[in-house]
Structures are given as structure tokens and as C-alpha cells.
């Protein structure tokens, strides 16, 4: 027992540093995959893969599996660990083809982290399409996933994360080496303090006995005339002995820093949960002398579960921090804890829905103009973990949160941002295959500020109605939902048109086309990702003849109402609209409208609903289209004139009754 809790120590302890959560802890959420066949050595082969898997020895595991599969043996959990196994050491070529494989094989019992991760890894490889359609098939299985959810409300993310791209130039440092150098913070003076794994000569040659590598220890490196970073040795103080530490916050005033190390007891050793795995704790060190010293435990801690990656707020009252602790939403979320004048800490508090999802959220970062950066696999990103900003941390909303975009996110994992906003120069780490080592710093310069606006470009095509050739040079109007003009403008020569609205307001609009010798169309719209607009126009019409249907003559839907009501519907409303317009411009014209009802119900009563429904129809158009009463006359038919055979005592569908519920408009003077 003794030699399974130390190989999952052995690489939780490096895991855990920079995601915390490792997989397979998690994955006992998702169900057992039991469904398996093969012979009873594959089945074995299957069951000792699935130890070792459980064990966190992934590249063991991987080599069991594949000898499994070589013996003909099938299974989901082979399947499923396997590929969890290559998604665990970003191996997502791999990883791909055998999260198809489960997929393939049993998907049925699959649960929605399966399809999450199936994703991710398809992003991996740039395979974005791919990716979104398991997405979508993650948000039919569980709707209440906002992962799966902020892909319906933004199925064109990648445009929009197209917006915030190119704001940075990004730069190796020369402090990544073959080794992990990750998780800058700033320090007070001109430098940075970083973690690394890396055994260099100024650094401690001491070894941790179970991982067999160097501590991960706090280094410091001074900012050169560049904004490269030049290492500067060991971070001076009661550190790097036999700890794992990363992620240092430190006060303005250069005196309190809190920082980031595996849960350990000096004289125990390391500290494990129930399932033998290693926690991250924060840890607050003083400045004594020149020196860290003093380092006490931040009262939050826990040994079942991790609090990690602390940031401050600009005036050092507020500390943000990574944590899975019991509250949080998916594998880590962001919190905040107040800090009191006397040194007391309030009770943290989760940053909420906004800005957390189901997957790992992470890495905080206050920038001094109180931009809130963290890192992120649950909002919509390019892959892995990608680098967020949240404008207005103190009120977040889901508009407020912005992908970094290209470069500084790639399908890798991008973490650990931090940027001096007054400078614009920051840095961060990733994994990204250009990298010389497992993690590698980046300087980066920002070049351009956040776009905090949105605009999305509608596009659209005028055409001639009965034949469907192009029409150039229609006037177009797009109005509001206040029916106020918003914007003006004409289509080119082959009846092309496009114009920008604010891709977040989620108000109708209404663009109108107009050009002589032709009647007048226009087209309501939302501003969503596909939407594509077609402005049809006719020949104007012919001079009418007295009796002429309005419907027929305008292309009108009928005027419904509803059962038993002679309200005005908002569809009806709309269809009204059209008759005033034909009215306003054709001053001359008088029409008589005639309104109907349904057969249910007695005939008495169906005449005088009829007749309410035909005041209520005149009404309209004198009230709201300020069309003069002379004008119109009109009479309620009540049952009299059913279009189909739904008569007394026939039985009809709602359907059915409804066309008979209808007001018409007869020219009777033109």
C-alpha cells in the first residue's frame, strides 16, 4: 500500500503544481465503464492497466493497454483510460484516436467529461469544427454544462476570439531551458520570481527521493534593459528545501508574500488525503532582514483539498487565490477572501458562475488597473487551458470576459499571465511544442488595447422578387426595435450590402429596401453568428381594381386571432404594419375589412366577437397608423363565411379553426 501512495504522490506532486486536480480523482465522477471482451490474458492485461492508470503511472499504463489491445481485448475502461493517459501527457494525437475509439465503442455508457475531453483534444490539433460538434453533443446530453452552453451562445467564438488576437508580440525568455520554468509573479524590485524544476548550477542540487528530479523551487530573475529575464539564483529565505513551491504574490510594500507549496509537514513529510494525494497549500512569509522568513499557513488550508496560485488586489485588501474546496463548481474555481486591516482574513467567497465553469479555472492574475487575468479549459478557447481577462472583476458579467486570442493562447496550455499594465510588458508560461522545455516563460509587449466593443458584420443581397436576378443600387434602412434609423446605405452593383451592429445586443432590427419601380421589402433580424439577410423586391403593382384582396395584392398573412379574443397579436401587428404603409402611400385608396371568427361557440356570440375583432382591426390602423377613419369601414361576419368545412359540430384541429379566425381587406375605392 505504502509503494501505490507514493507513485501517485510521486506524480501528483508535479501535476498538481499547475492543474491540481488530477484526472483520474475526477473521472470517478463519470460512471463506471465496465463493457469489455477479449481473452482472459487481454482481460487481465486490462485490469492490471487499469491499477497502474489508478496509480497515476500513465506511461506504464499506456504500454499494458496497447499490449492488451494487440491481444484483441475491447473495453471501455481500456479505451477510455488509454486515452486519458495521452491526454494527460498532452499527447493529443493520440489521444484523439482512442477517445474515437471509446466513443465508437460504447457510447451509451460515455458521460459528458468524456465528450468535454474528447473536445479539448481534438483543439489540441487545431480540429475546431470537429471539437464543437461534441461539443453540441455535450450540451444534448447535459444542458446544464455551460462549457457545452456558451457554445450555443457563441457558435462563432472563434471570430470573436479572432478580435483579441495580434494585441501582443510574444518573445522566449532566456531563462526556459530544457527543464519547466513556469509561474511569474512580480517582485519589488524590477524582477520577477518564477518556479522551476531545473537543476542549474546556482540552484540546489537536493532531489526529491520520490520523484527523483529537483524540488520545483522559487527563483528569482532580474527584468534586463529588454524585459528579458536574467536568472538571479534562489529566492533568499526558508525555501527550496524539501518543498515544492510556485506562484508568489508579494504586498506593495515588499514586506508580506504569499506563495504557493505541497502540503507539508516538517518532520512528517508530505501530506496526503484519503486518496494518498499530495494538496497545494498557501503559505504567507515575512520579511525579516533582507529574508523570507516566518512562514505561516494561510488559514484556508486543507489536506483534502488545494488552495493555490494566490494574486493581490492594487491595494493589498483583497486576495485572490485557485481553489477546488467544497463550493466549487467544476474541477478548480476562482475565489476571493478579504484581508483586514489587523491581518484577518474575511471568509472566501467564489467568484461565481461568470467567471467559473465545470472544467479548471485558474492562475489569477490583478493587473494594476484592475484587470482580472486566469487561466481556463471550461470557456471557449483554442485549447487547454487558455488566458482570460475579466474587465470589472467586482461585478463580472459573461460579456466582461475576454480570450487573450492568438499568440499568447495556442491548442496548448497558457497559464499564469501577468502584465505590468502601465509598461505593457507581462509574461506567461505554456507547453506549447515551439517551447525548449515541459513549461517555458514568454515576455510578452501588448500592442494593442482590449476591444471591448464588439461588432459583427451583416451581410445580405437585394433581389428581384419574381425572377431572382440581383437588383443593384437599393436604399436600405436598418431601424431599431424603437423603429429609430440606425443606419443608411445602398447595395453595390450586384446587389451586395453589408453593415456592423453590436454583435451583444440581442434587440430585432428591421432593414428596409426601397428603389423605384419597385415596391418596398424589408426583413427582421436578431444579430446572431449565421444570420444572412435577402431583400426581395417586386415590380410595383399593377393599378389596382376595386374589390382587390389586400392579401393577394400585398402578399399579406392573414390577420389571426386568438380563440375567443379580439386583441391585437404581436404577429398580427406586424401584418397591419404593411397595410398602413400601403395606405400612407396610396392616399386615395379606401378598403372595408372584414373579420371572422371560428364556428365553436354560438352563432350570436361569434357575431358580436367578430365585430369587437373588426373595431379592434380599424382601430389599430387609425390609432397607430394614423390612417383617417373615412377611410375604412368594416363588419364582423362571425361564422358566416368558414373557409374550410369546420363548421358547427365538425371536429377541427386548433389549426384548422384558427384560419377561419381572420380579418380581410377589400379595396372598394382607389
Not at 605 to 627: F, M
Request: hydrophobic fraction near 35%; glycine fraction near 8%; include cysteine.
Amino acid at each position: 500500500m505504502m509503494l501505490n501512495i507514493m507513485k501517485i504522490i510521486k506524480t501528483t506532486i508535479l501535476l498538481s503544481f499547475i492543474f491540481f486536480t488530477p484526472l483520474c480523482i475526477k473521472a470517478q465522477q463519470f460512471g463506471s465503464l465496465t463493457k469489455q471482451s477479449g481473452s482472459k490474458s487481454g482481460i487481465k492485461l486490462i485490469e492490471k492497466g487499469n491499477k497502474l492508470f489508478n496509480e497515476l503511472a500513465y506511461d506504464e499504463a499506456i504500454k499494458v493497454y496497447l499490449r492488451a489491445i494487440d491481444k484483441k481485448a475491447q473495453s471501455s475502461a481500456l479505451y477510455a483510460n488509454l486515452a486519458d493517459s495521452y491526454y494527460q501527457n498532452t499527447d493529443m494525437q493520440n489521444a484523439v484516436k482512442w477517445y474515437r475509439s471509446l466513443m465508437n465503442y460504447d457510447l451509451a455508457s460515455v458521460k459528458g467529461e468524456y465528450y468535454f475531453r474528447y473536445a479539448q483534444a481534438l483543439k489540441g490539433l487545431r480540429r475546431y469544427k470537429d471539437a464543437d460538434v461534441w461539443m453540441t453533443k455535450l450540451a444534448e446530453l447535459n444542458a446544464d454544462d455551460s462549457r457545452a452552453a456558451s457554445l450555443k451562445y457563441n457558435p462563432q467564438y472563434l471570430k470573436t476570439i479572432d478580435i483579441q488576437s495580434n494585441r501582443y508580440d510574444i518573445f522566449p525568455t532566456s531563462i526556459s531551458s530544457k527543464n519547466s520554468e513556469f509561474a511569474t509573479g512580480f517582485d519589488q524590485n524590477q524582477g520577477i520570481i518564477f518556479s522551476s524544476d531545473g537543476s542549474q548550477s546556482s540552484f540546489s542540487k537536493r532531489t526529491d527521493a520520490w520523484t527523483g528530479k529537483p524540488f520545483l523551487q522559487l527563483l528569482h530573475a532580474n527584468i534586463s534593459s529588454d524585459n528579458d529575464l536574467v536568472s538571479d539564483g534562489k529566492v533568499k529565505g526558508s525555501f527550496n528545501d524539501r518543498h515544492n513551491e510556485s506562484t508568489a504574490a508579494i504586498t506593495k510594500d515588499g514586506n508580506t508574500m504569499y506563495f504557493t507549496r505541497n502540503s507539508y509537514e516538517k518532520g512528517e513529510g508530505y501530506q496526503t488525503d484519503e486518496d494518498g494525494i499530495v494538496r497545494l497549500k498557501i503559505y504567507i512569509a515575512s520579511k525579516i532582514n533582507g529574508e523570507w522568513g516566518n512562514i505561516v499557513e494561510f488559514p484556508y488550508n486543507n489536506v483534502t483539498y488545494s488552495v493555490a496560485h494566490p494574486t493581490l488586489s492594487k491595494d493589498d485588501n483583497r486576495l485572490y487565490f485557485a481553489s477546488d474546496m467544497p463550493g466549487t463548481r467544476g474541477l478548480s474555481d476562482i475565489y476571493f477572501v478579504d484581508i483586514n486591516s489587523d491581518g484577518s482574513f474575511g471568509f472566501p467567497q467564489n467568484m461565481g458562475n461568470v467567471v467559473n465553469t465545470e472544467g479548471r479555472d485558474t492562475f489569477p492574475f490583478m493587473a494594476n488597473d484592475g484587470t482580472l487575468y486566469f487561466a481556463s479549459d471550461g470557456h471557449l478557447g483554442l485549447g487547454g487551458l487558455d488566458v482570460f481577462a475579466v474587465v470589472d472583476p467586482l461585478s463580472p458579467s459573461k460579456d466582461g470576459i475576454f480570450n487573450l486570442g492568438d499568440p499568447v493562447n495556442s491548442e496548448s496550455d497558457d497559464f499564469a499571465f501577468i502584465i505590468n499594465s502601465d509598461s505593457k510588458v507581462g509574461y506567461f508560461s505554456s507547453n506549447r511544442k515551439s517551447g525548449r522545455g515541459g513549461d517555458d516563460i514568454y515576455r510578452v509587449l501588448e500592442t494593442n488595447p482590449l476591444v471591448i466593443e464588439c461588432t459583427k458584420e451583416i451581410d445580405g443581397v437585394t433581389t428581384n422578387k419574381k425572377t431572382g436576378d440581383v437588383i443593384p443600387n437599393v436604399n436600405l434602412t436598418v431601424y431599431d426595435s424603437n423603429n429609430d434609423i440606425i443606419q443608411e446605405l445602398q447595395s453595390d452593383d450586384k446587389g451586395a450590402f453589408a453593415f456592423e451592429l453590436d454583435c451583444k445586443n440581442a434587440e430585432s432590427y428591421r432593414v428596409v429596401g426601397e428603389k423605384n419601380d419597385y415596391a418596398k421589402d424589408e426583413q427582421s433580424f436578431t444579430v446572431e453568428p449565421n444570420v444572412e439577410l435577402a431583400l426581395d423586391l417586386a415590380l410595383d403593382l399593377e393599378p389596382v381594381e376595386v374589390g382587390t384582396n389586400l392579401f393577394v395584392a400585398l402578399d399579406l398573412n392573414p390577420i389571426y386571432f386568438t380563440y375567443d379574443k379580439s386583441f391585437i397579436r404581436e404577429d398580427a401587428e406586424y401584418e397591419l404594419q404593411k397595410v398602413i404603409r400601403y395606405m400612407r402611400e396610396n392616399p386615395q385608396v379606401k378598403i372595408d375589412v372584414k373579420s371572422h371568427t371560428d364556428s365553436r361557440g354560438r352563432d350570436a356570440y361569434n357575431y358580436r366577437l367578430s365585430n369587437r375583432r373588426n373595431r379592434a382591426t380599424i382601430d389599430y390602423i387609425v390609432d397607430e397608423g394614423g390612417i383617417s377613419r373615412s377611410r375604412i369601414t368594416g363588419q364582423g361576419y362571425g361564422e358566416s363565411e368558414i373557409l374550410n368545412g369546420c363548421t358547427n359540430d365538425i371536429k377541427c384541429s386548433e389549426d384548422e379553426h384558427q384560419l377561419n379566425r381572420r380579418s380581410e381587406f377589400i379595396i372598394i375605392e382607389k
